[in-house]
């Protein structure tokens, strides 16, 4: 579960990379590469249910509690936690090799920023992707994952596993 600290910080972290978009002169690219793909990268995580992928999504939700903690300073008002994500489409054999594919991706993606000249990339690729797991495991995000991430990583890896099996 996510607490509404952690919710808050979550969305400050969005609102202030959405505000440096916008003061960048909020190009189409730079949104899509910048900030909806980590997004969806982190929302990809959270649909993990096992394995390390899993384990990188509860490590983002129970960092996620923490910090929220820390940042509503012990005044105990943000300490309710935020309705969960409930049932709705989860992924298929064909949609998690799908994720797979884009995890490591993006993990290739994050690499690069590390190691090349742009260590703030990286930090943005890192805190958003970790922004759109948590998001994913609310009601509202969990809902809107389910229709249309989900959907649509299943729908491209549904025909990998058809061919595979020979169907």
Not at 82 to 98: H, M
């Amino acid at each position: 579960m996510i607490t509404f600290g952690a919710f808050a910080t979550i969305f400050v972290i969005f609102t202030v990379y959405l505000f440096l978009w916008w003061r960048a002169g909020h190009k189409v690219k730079a949104a899509f590469f910048g900030i909806a793909m980590p997004l969806i990268l982190g929302t990809l995580i959270a649909a993990c249910t096992g394995g390390l992928i899993g384990h990188l999504a509860g490590w983002s939700a129970k960092g996620a509690n923490g910090v929220g903690g820390l940042a509503a300073g012990g005044t105990g008002a943000l300490d309710g936690q935020v309705a969960g994500a409930a049932g709705g489409v989860s992924l298929t054999q064909g949609g998690a090799i799908v994720t797979l594919a884009l995890l490591a991706v993006g993990l290739v993606a994050l690499i690069g920023a590390i190691k090349g000249s742009k260590k703030g990339a990286a930090i943005q690729l890192g805190l958003l992707a970790a922004c759109g797991a948590v998001l994913a495991l609310t009601a509202g995000g969990g809902g809107l994952a389910s229709s249309t991430v989900y959907t649509a990583v299943n729908w491209m890896g549904d025909p990998i596993t058809g061919w595979v099996n020979g169907a």
